[in-house]
Nanobody
Framework: QVQLVESGGGLVQAGGSLRLSCAAS????????????LAWFRQAPGKEREFVAA????????YYADSVKGRFTISRDNAKNTVYLQMNSLKPEDTAVYYC???????????WGQGTQVTVSS
């Protein structure tokens, strides 16, 4: 099993910044963390869940949605088994519940966190 616990959401004004954290744990993850991809998705009210960013635990590969390129940065701390999403220049349209996800490929995710709310006021 893989457990993913997000934190760091909140209310911020447009143009502001937030950093989300996702702590990964569980035997399935801990045995060989280098096999995993961790990602952030988001879901706004009335909309489908969409991909935001992802990284491979084993290397330097990162992936971003076009809507967040240049504003958001995904990174990891191997010692803490934690992935971060630094969000700068936030816009009202970034308002959503943000989910951390874990998978063995960059396009398929099996494990999900409970989500953290990000609200950007105009």
């Amino acid at each position: 099993q893989v457990q993913l616990v997000e934190s760091g959401g909140g209310l911020v004004q447009a143009g502001g910044s937030l950093r989300l954290s996702c702590a990964a744990s569980g035997r399935t993850f801990s045995i060989y963390p280098m096999a995993w991809f961790l990602a952030w998705f988001r879901q706004a009210p009335g909309k489908e869940r969409e991909f935001v960013a992802a990284l491979s635990w084993s290397g330097d590969n990162t992936y971003y949605a076009d809507s967040v390129k240049g504003r958001f940065t995904i990174s990891r701390d191997n010692a803490k088994n934690t992935v971060y999403l630094q969000m700068n220049s936030l816009k009202p349209e970034d308002t959503a519940v943000y989910y951390c996800a874990g998978g063995r490929t960059s396009v398929q995710y099996e494990y999900w966190g409970q989500g953290t709310q990000v609200t950007v006021s105009s």
